[in-house]
C-alpha cells in the first residue's frame, strides 16, 4: 500500500505551490489546482480504504498496515524520532472523512469565496490544513502525532485569521492558537512523561503494550496518582484542548469570525475531533491500564455537552449555535469512549460498545455538521448577515439550502432514519451500559439539541416572511455551492446504514449493531418533543419565546453570555497574572536588569570623565606623570 | 695647589655631602621645569638637572676612581650636549615667541585629549 504515502504529498505540493506562486497565480486557477489536488486526495483515499477493508482481514480481526516508517531525527541512541503512516480500522476511516468533507469545502469555496482577496492564499491554507490533518491521523507515533497536532493549530490559526485587517478575527485566531496551545503544553508532558517510563513513541509498541511495557510507570507515584495516570491525563488534556472541552472550549464560538467553509472544515468535522482520535488512538492504554482516567473523560464530556447545549438555546448567531453544537456532540464522542469498558465488543461482551459508537459518531457527525455549515454558509451568503433576526421565511427563496438543511437538522436531532439517529443512539446505549444516570443525562441532552437545532431551522426558513430590502430578494446559490450540500446531505442519509461496527471497533473484530428497541424508542420520543416544543415556539412568530427568555430570567442572560467563562479567563489573566505575576517580574527586569548595565555605562562614563585629565596637553602634566611612574619603579625595585 | 686642597679637603668633606647637594639640585630642577610658565624657566631648570648629573659624574669619579678620567670625560660631553640641546630648544621658543606672543607652555596644547 506504498501508494498511500501520496495521500500525504500531494496536499503539501499543492500548499507550496499555490503559496509560493502568490499573486503570479490567477484567482481561478489557484481554486482549480487546490481541487483538483483534493480529488485526487479523496479518490485514493477511498481506494486506501477499499484495498484496506478488502485485504487487511485475518481471521476476522482487522490488521494494521505500515506502508512506511523512517527515522526522521536520531539524538543518542534510545532517542528518535520517526515519520511515517500507519494505517488501520480508524485511522483509514478518518482518512475518507478528512478527504471528503475538504473536497466538499474546496468545491464550496469556488463559490463562496468568488471575488475575495487572498484566493490563492485560501486554497494554500486549505492544502496545508488538509495535508497536516492527514498526517496527524496516519502517525505512526506519538511525537509525529503532535508535530501534525501543531500544524493543525497553525493551519486554523491562518484560517481563522484569514480577514486579517478585521481586529476580530485577529483577536479569534490568537485565541484560538493561544488556548489550544496551552493545552498542548500539557500534551507534550504527558507525553515525555509516558516515553520516559515506556522508552518509546511508537503506537506499535504502546498499543499492544502490557504490564511489563507500562509496569514502571504505573509503579511511581507522584502526590498518589501513578506516573502512568499522569501522563494519560495530562496527554488527555491537549485532546481537549483541541476539542473544546470545558473549560478550554472558549476559541470555537470565536473562531466563527473565519470564513464559513473553514469553519465547516476544521471547526466541525475535522480539526475539533482530533482530541477524539488521540483518545481512541490510545484507547487500549486507556481501558487497559488507567480506566479511571477515562472516567474523567466521560465526566467531562458529560458536563461539556449539557454546558454547551443549555448556551447553544439562548444565541442568535446561527454560526455560534453550530459552534456550541458541534462543542456538545464532541462531549457525546468523549462520552462514548470514556463509558467504555473494555475492548471487545460481540454478542456477550458490551465494553466496547462506546469505541464504537464514538468513532460512529465522529463519521456520522463530520457528515452533517459540515452539511450545517455550508448550508449555515450559504444562507449567509444570501442575506449578508449571521443574525437569525435577519432571517426568516428564506424556505420560498432558497430550495436546495433549505432542504439539505432540514436533513441534516433531522439527522441531528436523531430522527431515524437518518445516520446521526443510528450513530446517538449507539452512545446512549453505550451510556446506558455505564451507569443509568448517564443514559438518561445523555438523552435529556439529546432533547435539548433536537430544540436548539430545530429552533435554528425554524427561524431561518420559516418563523416570519423575509423583509426584502432595496429590492435585493436572496437567492438560491450557486452550483458550486449546492452540489456539495446535496452530496453530503446523500451521506448523511445513506451514512447510517454503513455497518459501521463490522469495519471499525476497538479491537478489530466485527460486530453487528443492534438496535436496542427500548432505548431507540426513548430517544426518538425526546427528540419529537424537543422539536415539538420548537415548532411551537418557533415556527410562527409570536410572543412565547421572550416571555420564556423573561422567564428564565438570569438563566437565560447567563446562557446568551456564555455564562461568562470568557469575562472569568479575561480576569485571570488581566488582573491575576498581568497585574499580579507579570508586573513584579517587568519591575525586575526594567530596574534591576536594566540598571545593572545602564549602571555599568554610567559607572564607565564616570571614570572616563576622571582620567581625561591625564590627556591635558600640557608637557609639564606628562612630565610629571612620568617622573611618578618612574619613582615608583624604582620603589619596586628597592623593594 | 691642588694636591694641598685634595690632602686637606679628601677626608673632611664626605661623599654624601656632595650627593645630597646634587640631590637638591636634581629636584630643584625638576620641580622647577614641572611649575614653570615660562619656556625658558622650563630651560633654566633643565640646565638645573643636567648641572646636577654632571656634578655626580665628577663626584663619583674623584671618589670612587681617583686615577681614573671617564667621569670628568663624560661630564665635559654632556655640558657640550646640553649646551646644543638647549640651543634647540631656544630656537622652538622663539617660534612659540613669533605664534603666540609670548613664550608660555600652556599655548601648545593642541594634543590634549
Known amino acids: 500500500m506504498d501508494y498511500t ?161 478585521k481586529p476580530s478575527a485577529v483577536a479569534a485566531a490568537k485565541k484560538a492558537f493561544i488556548v489550544t496551545r496551552f493545552a498542548d503544553m500539557f500534551f507534550l508532558i504527558g507525553i515525555l512523561v509516558l516515553s520516559y517510563y515506556t522508552q518509546t513513541f511508537d503506537f506499535g509498541v504502546l498499543i499492544p503494550g502490557d504490564a511489563s511495557l507500562f509496569g514502571p510507570a504505573l509503579g511511581t507515584t507522584f502526590m498518589g496518582v501513578s506516573a502512568m495516570s499522569w501522563a494519560m491525563a495530562l496527554i488527555f488534556i491537549g485532546g481537549a484542548g483541541k476539542s473544546a472541552m470545558f473549560p478550554l472550549h472558549i476559541w470555537l464560538p470565536d473562531a466563527m469570525e473565519g470564513p464559513t467553509p473553514v469553519s465547516a472544515l476544521i471547526h466541525a468535522a475535522t480539526m475539533v475531533v482530533a482530541g477524539v482520535y488521540l483518545v481512541a488512538r490510545l484507547f487500549p492504554v486507556y481501558v487497559g491500564f488507567t480506566p479511571e482516567v477515562l472516567h474523567g473523560i466521560a465526566y ?37 469512549l470514556g463509558v467504555s469498558t473494555g475492548m471487545g465488543l460481540s454478542e456477550h ?91 438518561v443525562w445523555m438523552t435529556v441532552i439529546a432533547g435539548l439539541t433536537a430544540f436548539y437545532m430545530f429552533r435554528l431551522y425554524y427561524s431561518i ?153 591625564l590627556q591635558s596637553g600640557s608637557v609639564q602634566w606628562y612630565a610629571w606623570v612620568f617622573l611618578l611612574a618612574t619613582l615608583l619603579i624604582t620603589l619596586l625595585a628597592i623593594w | 695647589m691642588g694636591e694641598i686642597i685634595l690632602n686637606t679637603s679628601l677626608e673632611a668633606v664626605p661623599l654624601q655631602a656632595f650627593l645630597i647637594v646634587s640631590l637638591i639640585m636634581f629636584f630643584a630642577g625638576i620641580y622647577g621645569f614641572f611649575t614653570r610658565k615660562n619656556m625658558i624657566m622650563m630651560l633654566i631648570s633643565i640646565e638645573l638637572i643636567l648641572n646636577s648629573v654632571d656634578m655626580n659624574f665628577a663626584v663619583f669619579n674623584r671618589y670612587l676612581y681617583p686615577g681614573e678620567m671617564e667621569g670628568l670625560f663624560f661630564a665635559l660631553f654632556a655640558i657640550a650636549v646640553s649646551a646644543c640641546e638647549t640651543a634647540v630648544a631656544i630656537a622652538i621658543v622663539i617660534n612659540v615667541y613669533r605664534r603666540f606672543g609670548n613664550a608660555e607652555v600652556n599655548n601648545i596644547e593642541q594634543m590634549k585629549e
Open chain 1, 5 to 165: 504515502i501520496f495521500i500525504l504529498i500531494l496536499p503539501l505540493l499543492s500548499f507550496l505551490a499555490i503559496g509560493l506562486s502568490g499573486t503570479a497565480l490567477k484567482p481561478r486557477n489557484a481554486g482549480a489546482g487546490g481541487t483538483v489536488v483534493a480529488g485526487l486526495v479523496t479518490l485514493l483515499s477511498y481506494y486506501t480504504a477499499f484495498d484496506y477493508f478488502t485485504t487487511q482481514n485475518v481471521n476476522g480481526v482487522w490488521q494494521s498496515v505500515t506502508p512506511c516508517n523512517f527515522t526522521w531525527l536520531n539524538v543518542g541512541e534510545k532517542l528518535h524520532i520517526d515519520l511515517g503512516i500507519m494505517l488501520d480500522q480508524v485511522s483509514v476511516m478518518m482518512l475518507v472523512v478528512i478527504s471528503t468533507v475538504s473536497l466538499m469545502v474546496h468545491i464550496y469555496s469556488l463559490g463562496y469565496m468568488k471575488g475575495e482577496r487572498g484566493f490563492g492564499r485560501y486554497y494554500a491554507f486549505l492544502s496545508l490544513f488538509t495535508f497536516s490533518m492527514i498526517g496527524l491521523v496516519v502517525a505512526t507515533n506519538i511525537f509525529q502525532m503532535y508535530i501534525f497536532w501543531e500544524l493543525v493549530g497553525v493551519s486554523s490559526y491562518l484560517l481563522i485569521g484569514f480577514y486579517y485587517s
Open chain 1, 300 to 336: 467531562v464530556g458529560a458536563f461539556t455537552a449539557m454546558f454547551a447545549a443549555v448556551i447553544a438555546i439562548a444565541q442568535t448567531d446561527i454560526k455560534r449555535v453550530l459552534a456550541f453544537s458541534t462543542i456538545s456532540q464532541i462531549g457525546f464522542m468523549m462520552v462514548a
Open chain 1, 349 to 439: 461482551e458490551h465494553g466496547g460498545l462506546g469505541y464504537m459508537a464514538s468513532m460512529f459518531h465522529l463519521f456520522t457527525h463530520a457528515m452533517f455538521k459540515a452539511l450545517l455549515f455550508l448550508g449555515a454558509g450559504s444562507v449567509i451568503h444570501a442575506v449578508h448577515s449571521n443574525e437569525m433576526k435577519d432571517m426568516g421565511g428564506l424556505r420560498r427563496y432558497m430550495p436546495v439550502t433549505h432542504i439539505t438543511f432540514l436533513i441534516a437538522c433531522l439527522s441531528i436531532a436523531g430522527i431515524p432514519p437518518f445516520s446521526g439517529f443510528m450513530s446517538k443512539d449507539e452512545v446512549i446505549t453505550a451510556a446506558y451500559g455505564f451507569s443509568t444516570g448517564m443514559g
Open chain 1, 461 to 613: 426558513f420559516w418563523r416570519k416572511e423575509y423583509k426584502v430590502r432595496d429590492g435585493r430578494r436572496p437567492h438560491e446559490s450557486p452550483r458550486s455551492m449546492t452540489i456539495p450540500l446535496l452530496f453530503l446531505a446523500l451521506l448523511t442519509v445513506a451514512g447510517g446504514f454503513i455497518p459501521f461496527g463490522k469495519f471499525v471497533t476497538a479491537d478489530g473484530t466485527q460486530y453487528i449493531i443492534r438496535l436496542n428497541v427500548t432505548v431507540a424508542a426513548i430517544s426518538v420520543s425526546v427528540a419529537l418533543t424537543g422539536i415539538g416544543v420548537a415548532a411551537y415556539l418557533y415556527r410562527r412568530d409570536n410572543a412565547y419565546p421572550a416571555h420564556l427568555a423573561k422567564g428564565f430570567g438570569k438563566l437565560y442572560r447567563a446562557a446568551s453570555n456564555r455564562f461568562y467563562i470568557d469575562e472569568l479567563y479575561l480576569f485571570i489573566t488581566k488582573k491575576i497574572i498581568f497585574n499580579g505575576i507579570s508586573r513584579s517580574f517587568a519591575w525586575f527586569d526594567r530596574h534591576v536588569i536594566d540598571g545593572a548595565v545602564n549602571g555599568l555605562g554610567r559607572a564607565t562614563l564616570r571614570t572616563s570623565q576622571a582620567i581625561r585629565g
